[in-house]
């Protein structure tokens, strides 16, 4: 703004300059009765045009400063507040909770929650990729030998049916969904079984 200032003042500088040298020019070709009018004509016309110069020059400094207070007014920001959008993303990703890594089946005596290779715990929240079914277990029991795949995909999960080839052991448990079963007894990496679609469905925290 500094620099605007001394142009605007170079410039009345200049003008007023100009003025006085024109009316020294007029003082030299006019005689004496025109060079006195001239004079006071000179006298008269100067001052106003330098009051109306320095009217100028007053509105484009105010300008000058009104441009310059408004070039530094803080610019408002958007609250970063949460959008509808993240908000269901951040339930989302509560929702799904932990995986089971590696995933773990297992007796009746072995605790369900969440397999880890330090918390030895068999999965409750097994999901079928073949079938695309909740895998259901159920302790202290075994599936008797003559199950098949038409048995599991008729009666998967009215435990009522299956009730027919669940035979009672006390520290197994029995898995099934509508195209696979098994019957478990000790702590068993899922991982060993390759004919198994299993995966963890994520539990819940």
């Not at 590696?102 to 990729?129: A, M």
Request: contains cysteine.
């Amino acid at each position: 703004m500094a620099e605007d200032l001394d142009a605007l003042l170079d410039e009345v500088e200049t003008k007023f300059c100009r003025l006085q040298a024109l009316g020294a020019v007029g003082k030299r070709d006019r005689g004496g009765g025109e060079e006195a009018a001239g004079e006071r004509d000179r006298s008269a016309k100067i001052p106003t045009k330098a009051v109306i110069d320095e009217e100028d020059i007053d509105d484009i400094i105010k300008d000058i400063i009104d441009e310059s207070s408004f070039s530094k007014k803080p610019v408002k920001l958007k609250s970063k507040s949460a959008s509808p959008t993240s908000e269901r993303n951040r339930a989302s990703i509560q929702a799904h909770g932990k995986s089971c890594c590696p995933v773990y089946l297992g007796g009746s005596s072995t605790p369900l929650g969440v397999g880890t290779n330090i918390s030895q715990r068999t999965c409750d929240q097994l999901r079928c990729t073949a079938c695309d079914f909740h895998v259901s277990h159920y302790n202290d029991y075994q599936w008797d030998k003559s199950c098949d795949y038409l048995f599991f995909r008729n009666n998967m999960p009215e435990l009522s049916k299956l009730r027919a080839k669940m035979i009672k052991k006390k520290g197994s448990r029995a898995y099934a969904c509508q195209c696979s079963w098994r019957s478990i007894d000790e702590l068993t990496d899922l991982r060993t079984d390759r004919q198994l679609r299993w995966v963890c469905g994520k539990h819940v925290e």
